[in-house]
């Protein structure tokens, strides 16, 4: 499906479904991947973000979750979020007919949220506030009933057995034998850890908390985006998806990972305490989140240009870590204390 079409149909349903001015609005993409994203600027208005999901996205009632948890995050002032905009009807979710597509694809707007993406890790304050952001996300999760909250479950049954990298014979083709060995090995190992803690531990997390969905707002403190893979799951999988994010780039640099691990933390506890063994069970949340990235490239690589460009050496890359974890070498990221 050419993105020119997709755009099409989205500056129509703009018009139709939320009455902004969808032909005169400037649209830049942002993401063409599972959804096509782009921020969409009408004349005279502010920016909005359009999300419409073109390849198996979650289904609407999953979605219509994910903009309720957005909306009382909002209200909460605690951490910036993009909040929600609904149809002139009052609905979250608006089908939309994609030529070629058995089922409707979906399209959802939210207000755009300014700042910066990739917030300078190394800039003083800056890795702390991201700890407290993350925090008051979990906060939030832990003190906020939301009953009707119906999202994927990113536990060690989900991501390891059903993922797409172990489950699928295609995951497992581009893992290729040695690396489909070394993950079934992984999940072997890490399985019983994360059966680990109590209800205190696990509750609405953002599911995909890397450097990239975090921003640096322009009067200070840090915002997150894209909850399109918010579900269930163990505080700890989002603290270990911003560490092990930042790792990638700061390994390099002796200390840098560390000193930014310290001030995140640092960060997180002046908001919450940590949930509880997270200096033992951090390791294999770090192990279950490149779970998590294996399992998204597998399935994304044989339709997606973009993903297929560099998605083999993310692939190589965690396969060779995986290998020597299982080995005896720390995985990346790992912190001998917390």
Same mark, same amino acid.
């Given at each position: 499906?050419?993105?020119? +079409? ?10 139709? +479904? ?5 032909? =005169?609005?400037?649209?830049?993409? +942002? ?31 999953? $979605? ?20 929600? @905009? ?30 910066? =993406? ?26 906020? =009933? ?9 536990? =060690? ?16 083709? +581009? !893992? ?12 072997? !190992? &890490? ?13 609405? *997390? ?15 403190? &840090? ?25 990638? *780039?700061? $390994? ?16 997180? *506890? ?10 033992? !069970? ?20 044989? @339709? ?7 998605? /083999?050496?993310? *692939? ?6 995986? $290998?020597?974890? @299982?080995?005896?070498?720390?995985? /990346? ?6």
């Amino acid at each position: 499906m050419q993105l020119e +079409q997709l755009e099409a149909l989205t500056r129509a349903a703009l018009a139709e +479904q939320y009455g902004l001015d969808g032909t =005169a609005a400037r649209m830049d993409v +942002q993401q063409y991947e599972d959804n096509a994203v782009w921020r969409v600027t009408p004349p005279g208005s502010g920016s909005f973000v359009a999300r419409l999901s073109v390849r198996d996205g979650r289904p609407a009632h999953q $979605q219509r979750s994910e903009m309720r948890w957005l909306e009382r995050l909002a209200a909460s002032r605690t951490v910036a979020v993009p909040e929600p @905009v609904t149809t002139t009807n009052g609905n979250y979710v608006v089908p939309v007919e994609v030529p070629g597509h058995d089922e409707p694809s979906t399209l959802a707007v939210l207000h755009w949220l300014p700042g910066t =993406a990739e917030p300078p890790y190394r800039r003083p304050g800056v890795a702390e506030e991201m700890g407290s952001a993350t925090a008051h996300l979990h906060q939030n999760a832990a003190t906020v =009933a939301l009953p009707e909250f119906d999202r994927p479950v990113w536990d =060690a049954e989900t991501i390891l057995l059903k993922g797409h990298a172990l489950a699928d014979p295609t995951g497992r083709s +581009q !893992l290729g034998s040695e690396g489909t060995t070394a993950l079934r090995k992984v999940a072997e !190992l &890490i399985t019983p850890a994360l059966h680990e803690g109590g209800p205190d531990d696990r509750g609405r *997390i953002h599911g995909d908390l890397h450097r990239e969905n975090m921003i640096a707002l322009p009067s200070g403190g &840090i915002g997150i985006i894209d909850f399109d893979d918010c579900g269930t799951g163990h505080f700890l999988l989002d603290i270990a998806t911003v560490l092990s994010s930042i790792h990638r *780039i700061a $390994q390099k640099e002796p200390g840098a990972y560390e000193d930014f691990a310290r001030a995140f933390l640092a960060g997180y *506890i002046k908001v919450r305490p940590l949930p509880a063994d997270s200096s033992r !069970l951090l390791e294999p949340y770090l192990l279950l989140r490149d779970a998590f990235i294996l399992n998204f490239v597998t399935t994304a690589a044989p @339709v997606n240009a973009s993903v297929a460009s560099w998605g /083999p050496g993310r *692939i190589a890359g965690i396969v060779a870590n995986m $290998q020597a974890y @299982v080995e005896g070498s720390p995985y /990346p990221g790992s912190l001998t204390s917390m």
